[in-house]
């Protein structure tokens, strides 16, 4: 190929953009990672060991999996039906619907969590009332929940909406006219079909809300032992000279979000195909 | 069952496909829908198939009204022009997919698809997906399907329209024997005059959203309401202002001979039939012949012939 190509010019513009791109992913990604890892690992594995499982570290992991896991759960029901919403159905707003659910991507998580805290807060009027029924939004797992939901909310449903576009309706009508209850053409035929495309949805959205500090950290209070999330706790930890258990939990979190990364990867040509 | 459609109307948006359509089809008969595209003839068999709901009018199956019944409770076999095979399911499965939904016994599925499978000429293909089948292989999967729940009523849309001229006409022929075997009120959704002509007992012909005209392929062929219909069944050609087919068209070379005396222009032969071109006072009209009678007659660009028209009186149509 280089041949058809004659000008030399154009092959080293090729290469220098080759290696400008290079040397940015490892400056910016690759180094600091290694970096984190050699910081973990300099005095073995025991102290990595001890810091992962302190009654700290694991009720941060606790927090982090509860919050993560009903996030991931509300954010995939919720990204179906948006989806089948705007794909399947022409109504009024829709448009702003679609343009809404890509609004928590350009907002910066800590607006965010300003927001729930001017809504839920119990000095506020909403927030109050709830106060006073005796529901705790802010400073307490719901408010968390509900942060790490809206940083998420937009993975599931574009990972599946160009597919449900790409297959149509027409399988839909012809299962409604074998018999099939909207509900069992749902089960039977739609998501079969975008099942694909909705895994890789829900591990980016699961790698997100693991990973998710500004909304989480405004909204949590940063209760140590409460209600403090994985992030949290390598923040807290490094201000309190802790390294040794802000590097290991720092790992930890890295060796997780390459592992959905891998996921994610192996689960696009998947959801592209069918 | 016997379809009755009465009156529809549907509107999309500014765009009225169906305006007050009343169509009849009798139980066990074949019936074909015919028109060029945007006649309104697959709304038709999406508003029976409850796939589309009317803005007026009445569809009655089998004498019930069903105008406001589900698809899923019609009972309606449809066929769809591009098939919509479940893809990520397997031929059987595909075909098992309407009895399962009626939580029949395991044992009755397998017995009833396998004899479905057979029906259709797949018995082995039962356990390849869709997506290794060929177009005509899912064609015939997807009409399995549709017959597997007994349907009521068949309703097939563009069912061949997807596929290449030998296999199409196959499954044409296969379609009428299968229909003589199964007496299932079927109707065919189709643009092609000659597949309605060849499958159909009934042909409804329909354009801008109305029914033109409804009858048997041969009434209508013979004796259409006007010129629009006329065109659109068959081939056609003006003799001194009047609307003919060309193959009703009768060319002699002896002199003496009465008719209208024109010029050869030029001759195209298809296999058995030769078109010939022709020139009369200054008209162009063409004649259509067997290539025998051409291949007799010794035709060549520039002779002069005598055109008649042939049988008992000249189709003239007020235009």
């Known amino acids: 190929m280089a041949d058809s190509t004659p000008q030399s010019g154009s092959r080293v513009t090729r290469y220098s953009i080759r290696f400008v791109v290079l040397a940015y992913l490892l400056v910016l990604l690759v180094l600091p990672l290694i970096l984190v890892l050699r910081r973990t690992f300099e005095h073995g594995i025991n102290p990595v060991f001890t810091a992962l499982t302190s009654s700290e570290a694991a009720h941060a992991f606790q927090v982090t999996a509860i919050v993560a896991g009903v996030a991931v759960i509300a954010n995939t029901i919720f990204g179906v039906g948006a989806a089948l919403l705007l794909v399947r159905h022409r109504f009024p707003g829709r448009r702003l619907l679609d343009a809404v659910i890509d609004l928590p991507v350009a907002v910066s998580p800590v607006v965010v969590g300003l927001a729930l805290t001017l809504i839920y807060g119990s000095r506020e009027p909403v927030g109050g009332w709830l106060t006073r029924h005796g529901i705790q939004i802010i400073f307490s797992l719901p408010g968390m929940v509900v942060a790490t939901i809206f940083v998420g909310l937009p993975l599931v449903v574009r990972a599946v909406a160009p597919v449900l576009e790409e297959i149509g309706d027409e399988q839909e009508q012809a299962a409604y006219t074998l018999g099939s209850s909207p509900w069992q053409t749902f089960t039977r035929i739609t998501l079969p079909s975008i099942r694909g495309a909705l895994a890789y949805g829900v591990v980016l959205a699961l790698a997100r809300s693991l990973g998710e500090y500004g909304a989480v950290a405004v909204v949590s209070g940063r209760v140590v032992g409460q209600t403090q999330t994985i992030t949290l706790f390598v923040e807290e930890r490094f201000d309190n000279f802790d390294q040794a258990s802000a590097y290991s939990a720092a790992f930890a979190l890295a060796v997780l979000a390459v592992i959905s990364l891998l996921v994610a990867r192996r689960l696009r040509p998947a959801g592209t195909a069918r | ?319």
Not at chain 2, 13 to 27: C, H, Q
Not at chain 2, 42 to 57: F, K, Q
Not at chain 2, 213 to 240: H, K
């Open chain 2, 1 to 319: 069952m016997s379809i009755s459609a009465r009156g529809v109307t549907k509107r999309f948006g500014s765009f009225t496909a169906l305006d007050n359509v009343t169509v009849e089809v009798e139980t066990g008969s074949l019936t074909a829908l015919l028109g060029p595209s945007g006649s309104g003839k697959s709304t038709l068999l999406r508003v029976i198939a409850g796939l589309d709901t009317p803005d007026s009018g009445v569809v009655e199956i089998g004498g019930t009204d069903a105008t406001r019944l589900p698809p899923q409770r019609r009972n309606v076999g449809f066929v769809f022009q591009h098939y919509a095979p479940f893809k990520h399911m397997t031929v059987a499965r595909n075909v098992a997919f309407g009895l399962s939904i009626r939580k029949r016994p395991k044992g009755e599925i397998k017995a009833r698809v396998q004899e479905l499978l057979e029906l259709v000429h797949l018995e082995k293909f039962a356990d390849r997906y869709p997506a290794q089948l060929s177009g005509g292989q899912r064609q015939r999967m997807a009409l399995a399907r549709a017959l597997a729940v007994e349907p009521n009523v068949l309703l097939l849309d563009e069912p061949f329209g997807a596929l290449d001229a030998q296999v199409r006409k196959e499954l044409r022929a296969w379609l009428r024997r299968l229909h003589d075997e199964l007496h299932v009120t079927t109707v065919i959704v189709t643009h092609d005059q000659e597949e309605a002509m060849e499958v159909a007992d009934e042909v409804v012909v329909m354009s801008d959203g109305a029914v033109a005209q409804v009858g048997a392929p041969q009434e209508i062929y013979d004796n259409p309401v006007n010129e629009w219909v006329m065109t659109f069944l068959g081939p056609v050609t003006n003799l001194q202002g009047a609307l003919i087919r060309p193959h009703d068209l009768e060319l002699s070379t002896e002199p003496s001979s009465d008719g209208l005396p024109a010029t050869v222009v030029s001759l195209t032969r298809l296999g058995f039939e030769t078109r010939v071109a022709l020139e009369a006072d200054g008209q162009e009209l063409w004649a259509q012949l067997t290539s025998d009678v051409a291949d007799r007659l010794d035709l060549r660009p520039g002779a002069s012939v005598r055109v008649r028209h042939r049988g008992p009186a000249m189709q003239t149509i007020a235009s």
